[in-house]
């Protein structure tokens, strides 16, 4: 057995960050006379002003700390700052850069910690698990805590590029082909499953595959979307592991980021892995493309920059980015034919 926690509040809703005393006051009132170390990227003190001064002046003691690079040297020097320095809370505003040094330095310094995030482009926002730079400059994912609470402002979130919300929904999508692949691994090669988990993790993929939302860009969208993301967040704490939302569709990606220097977002990436490790599933995923057509997010890979060389090569690469994860590749013959055949479904379907 092992422990998880879940977050006490959770509000996505216009001017999300006004109501921080009035959550604190009744989720976690030990707080709300506290010390916040507040993390945060120079750039949004600036393009944010007004928000950070209507947050700010609910905290009545707080440090404000400006994040350059999310390396594990820095959060570390940061959950120092938060044991000696005697703050009794961390509250992360931004993006991953924020957020996983935030994540991780509370985590570590064992104080609660409040997320407030500005985009909604992946599952990181609640998953146990800071993604930072580490050795050589490479990226690690490093056991982590989720969210004591989170405030998503829908205000904040819809003046993002639609790019990162197109992002979050391909990185939940992933969810269909992941669970397949963990379900796999537990039948045929010993792993673990958990059932609340794999339930959680549906849940999440299911309720925006059959949402009636038909878009994104309105607070009703924004609040499917970062409940989605929550829950596939937490189906990873309750699993103890990324299995219900990351298989060979997160392979692909992880491969690709490994051997091409590209500048797509994580979830567009994980997308495009999704329908690849759909069609080796042998499973349809012409319901999963007619949702992406739906809300118009573009998915061909040509579209996106991935060439013809790079989808085949970051494929068969893929099974060798985590060689213990047991997934659908484990099972079928890889070759270069195969994938040249899907770019071709891709180039002609998405
Ligand atoms: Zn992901």
Redesign the pocket.
């Known amino acids: 057995m092992h422990n998880f926690a879940l977050p006490l509040f959770l509000q996505v809703k216009r001017n999300a960050v006004g109501h921080l005393q009035e959550n604190l006051h009744l989720y976690l009132p030990e707080l709300e006379h506290g010390r916040f170390l507040v993390l945060t990227t120079a750039g949004l003190l600036q393009t944010l002003a007004p928000k950070v001064k209507i947050l700010l002046a609910q905290i009545p003691a707080y440090q404000v700390e400006t994040v350059a690079t999310s390396s594990f040297d820095f959060a570390v020097q940061v959950a120092k700052q938060v044991s000696m320095g005697g703050f009794n809370a961390v509250l992360g505003l931004g993006g991953g850069t924020a957020l996983d040094t935030a994540k991780y330095a509370a985590y570590v310094a064992g104080v609660p910690y409040i997320a407030i995030p500005t985009t909604l482009s992946?599952?990181?926002v609640c998953s146990p698990v800071s993604v930072l730079f580490a050795e050589g400059g490479r990226k690690h994912s490093f056991t982590s805590k989720i969210p004591d609470g989170l405030l998503i402002d829908t205000d904040i979130i819809l003046k993002a590029p639609r790019v990162l919300m197109e992002a979050g929904v391909g990185?939940i999508l992933?969810n269909y082909t992941a669970l397949f692949d963990w379900r796999l691994a537990c039948r045929e090669h010993g792993e673990r499953p958990n059932d609340f988990a794999y339930l959680l993790s549906a849940q999440a993929v299911n309720a925006l595959l059959h949402s009636r939302v038909q878009t994104f860009e309105s607070i009703e969208g924004v609040k499917m979307l970062a409940e989605s993301l929550v829950l596939g967040g937490l189906s990873m704490s309750i699993a103890g592991n990324?299995r219900p939302?990351?298989g060979s569709d997160?392979l692909f990606?992880h491969a690709l980021d490994e051997l091409y220097d590209h500048h797509l977002p994580?979830?567009i990436v994980?997308a495009i892995g999704t329908i690849g490790a759909c069609i080796l599933q042998g499973r349809p995923y012409q319901p999963l493309l007619a949702f992406l057509r739906a809300y118009g997010i573009d998915i061909n890979p040509e579209h996106r920059g991935i060439t013809r060389e790079m989808f085949v090569k970051a494929w068969l690469y893929a099974p060798e980015v985590r060689k213990e994860r047991y997934t659908i590749l484990n099972k079928c013959q890889l070759t270069e034919a195969k994938f040249n055949q899907i770019y071709d479904v891709m180039l002609r379907e998405c």
Do not use: E, P
């Open positions: 992946n599952d990181g990185d992933s990324s939302c990351s997160h990606c994580h979830g994980v």
